[in-house]
């Protein structure tokens, strides 16, 4: 009863003097959607310029090249959330930051905690925020018109505007910290990534999918990588894909699987390294579609119907129907 409620914008000036940010990536969220977030520690600082930004995620090594986070975290179980939530650490924050795929509403859970000064939750899908200043006792919240019809980048964009943060064209530029790898000059590399949550790969398809798409060069080389994906399944599909990839091209080319008799599967750091080193990428609708036009590869989605809001808005990224047939 004594919280005031309004649509409109904070002041420009409360996150100004925040000196620690907490960023907690939800348990409902993907790898994908948290890449889609990398610029919100960018946006943030903006606001507060001599803010150390901490994220805490379930996936390690996800943020580990993010510029402007000055420390990443990771959390194995819910406690850890609700710990971190709870923000009652000796390195307490000034603010904290919920993001989630589906609309958590815990703000009126946080308006009573003691160790909470400021709380921001986001929700992708909902393409909604919610800031709450707990010692004036103000929610500010935006929920944008026609969420089904908005991006999800566009989403996180308007909130950041909303916010104060000014977004700015080139934002996603210099995001990730580059370890020196340049792709080779003397041979074409690709990395495929194949595999998503929602569909099952196909063999036959992929195989002849990749030795068509790969141009006859004149010199050089050309050589294909496979992310083995997670598990012990997805490690024996890409081998597979190698060896059929390989058979079935009208021209040499030489596949190899990432991380080819090491044990247990590729981290994600792993991943981004190839990326880093390769002029293209092919893959489904999954993380990679997200991070690999951040590390300037040409970015081939095979993409289905229903994904529309999912797609990078920015190139170099192109997307093909998945339903299709491979000619096509």
Not at 181 to 196: G, H, Q, Y
Not at 276 to 301: M, Q, R, Y
């Amino acid at each position: 009863p004594d919280v005031v409620v309004t649509p409109r914008s904070p002041a420009g000036d409360l996150l100004a003097a925040c000196r620690r940010i907490l960023i907690v990536l939800g348990p409902g969220i993907g790898v994908g959607d948290e890449i889609m977030c990398f610029p919100l520690p960018r946006w943030l600082r903006r606001m507060a310029p001599g803010a150390e930004v901490v994220t805490l995620s379930a996936y390690p090594g996800l943020w580990d090249r993010v510029a402007d986070v000055a420390r990443n975290r990771t959390y194995a179980c819910y406690s850890d959330v609700v710990t971190a939530l709870r923000n009652d650490r000796l390195e307490a924050a000034d603010l904290v930051v919920l993001v989630d795929f589906e609309d958590p509403a815990l703000h009126p859970l946080m308006l009573p905690e003691p160790g909470v000064r400021l709380y921001l939750e986001i929700s992708i899908g909902a393409r909604s925020a919610v800031l709450v200043d707990c010692e004036r006792r103000w929610l500010h919240r935006l929920l944008l018109p026609g969420p089904y019809d908005v991006n999800y980048y566009q989403a996180l964009w308007g909130i950041a505007d909303w916010l104060g943060s000014t977004p700015r064209p080139g934002d996603r530029a210099g995001l990730l910290e580059r370890n020196g790898v340049e792709p080779p000059a003397d041979e074409l590399r690709i990395l495929v990534c194949p595999f998503t949550s929602k569909h099952e790969p196909s063999e036959a398809y992929w195989s002849q999918l990749l030795s068509s798409a790969v141009p006859r060069r004149a010199g050089g080389a050309t050589r294909i990588v496979l992310d083995p994906g997670p598990n012990a399944f997805t490690r024996r599909f890409a081998q597979a894909l190698a060896r059929s990839t390989e058979a079935r091209c009208p021209h040499p080319v030489r596949c190899e699987v990432l991380g080819k008799g090491e044990p247990g599967p590729v981290p994600l750091q792993r991943v981004f390294a190839a990326m880093e080193g390769a002029h293209a990428v092919i893959c489904v609708d999954s993380f990679a579609a997200h991070a690999a036009p951040l590390f300037g590869c040409v970015t081939l989605v095979v993409g289905w119907t229903g994904l529309e809001n999912w797609r990078v808005p920015g190139g170099p990224s192109f997307y093909f129907d998945g339903s299709a047939a491979v000619e096509a």
